[in-house]
Nanobody, 126 residues
Framework: DVQLQASGGGQVQAGGSLRLSCVAS????????IGWFRQAPGKEREPLSC????????SYSESAKGRFTISTDNAKNTVSLQMNSLKPEDTAVYYCAAAFFPRVSVCTVVVEAPYWGQGTQVTVSS
């Protein structure tokens, strides 16, 4: 069992940056794939990026590609999402999630994640 806590959200002007963090407790991320998702009110949950603990393989959605970067800090048991060039349409609650898929490099399997953090609000003003 792993518990996740997302943090780092806030209010930022368009063009600004935020760095979100997802900290795991109860387990390390070893054997897991980890992903970042977001959900705006009235909209479907949108996958943004993911990373595999197996080989650090990453994947990005079209919305995230070129602006967002996912990374890990294994010593701190943390996965981060650096978000640059933020736009008002990025406004949403951002969630981290994890699924136990050892030896899997294709991290998009995280869409099956059973473990979710509480989420952190990101608001981008124009």
């Amino acid at each position: 069992d792993v518990q996740l806590q997302a943090s780092g959200g806030g209010q930022v002007q368009a063009g600004g940056s935020l760095r979100l963090s997802c900290v795991a407790s109860g387990s390390t991320f070893d054997g897991y794939v980890i992903g970042w998702f977001r959900q705006a009110p009235g909209k479907e949950r949108e996958p943004l990026s993911c990373i595999s603990s197996y080989d650090n393989s990453t994947s990005y959605s079209e919305s995230a590609k070129g602006r967002f970067t996912i990374s890990t800090d294994n010593a701190k048991n943390t996965v981060s999402l650096q978000m640059n060039s933020l736009k008002p349409e990025d406004t949403a609650v951002y969630y981290c999630a994890a699924a136990f898929f050892p030896r899997v490099s294709v991290c998009t399997v995280v869409v099956e994640a059973p473990y979710w953090g509480q989420g952190t609000q990101v608001t981008v003003s124009s």
